[in-house]
């Protein structure tokens, strides 16, 4: 029985064009932000907030 998990050998998907095999893995909450990142995203949260909650209540 043939593993399905592992592609052949010849198959070219193309999902490896512009990675680096040999760095180490980083994903997105690894990379760096400053603190007007921070601010922004909390600013938005907020706004988002007030908008799914305050509007529903002014409805009342």
Do not use: C, K, N
Request: charged share 25%; net charge negative; aromatic share 6%.
């Amino acid at each position: 029985m043939a593993d399905d998990t592992e592609p052949p050998e010849d198959d070219d998907s193309g999902a490896d064009i512009g990675h680096d095999f040999d760095a180490d893995r980083t994903t997105a909450p690894m990379s760096d932000y400053s603190s007007r990142a921070v601010f922004v995203g909390a600013l938005v949260a907020l706004v988002g907030a007030a908008i799914a909650f305050g509007i529903p209540l002014l409805a009342v």
